[in-house]
């Protein structure tokens, strides 16, 4: 059964940073692509950033670029998301979810979520 779970989300000022993890179990990432998405209250859900099952990345969220980084380690089966600059209107709860082999920019492509985790950012 594959299971995703976050860790590390929280409250920040702005301009400040943050790292999530993703923690995946049931499946090895060699075989699938991690993408991170978030929703705002009152928003839909929008795709942030992905790694595919090789390693490659793929940026979905223009307001995160430059700001955001993604990355793995394929030893622990971790995916982690790298936040800085963070702005107010970053503030959402953060989804990790698995798609087998290759990444997209729509959730309906993915196959497994973690619980999500809030993340706030405010003065």
């Known amino acids: 059964q594959l299971q995703l779970v976050e860790s590390g989300g929280g409250s920040v000022q702005p301009g400040g940073s943050l790292g999530l993890s993703c923690a995946a179990s049931?499946?090895?990432?060699?075989?699938?692509?991690i993408g991170w998405f978030r929703q705002a209250p009152g928003k839909e859900r929008e795709g942030v950033v992905c790694i595919d099952s090789r390693g490659d990345i793929s940026n979905y969220a223009e307001s995160a670029k430059g700001r955001f980084s993604i990355l793995r380690n394929t030893a622990k089966n971790t995916v982690y998301l790298g936040m800085s600059s963070l702005k107010p209107e970053d503030t959402a709860v953060y989804y990790c979810?698995?798609?087998?082999?290759?990444?997209?920019?729509?959730?309906?492509?993915?196959?497994?979520w973690g619980q999500g985790i809030q993340v706030t950012v405010s003065s």
């Open positions: 979810a698995a798609a087998a082999w290759s990444c997209s920019q729509y959730d309906r492509q993915y196959t497994a």
């Open positions: 049931g499946f090895t990432l060699d075989y699938y692509a």
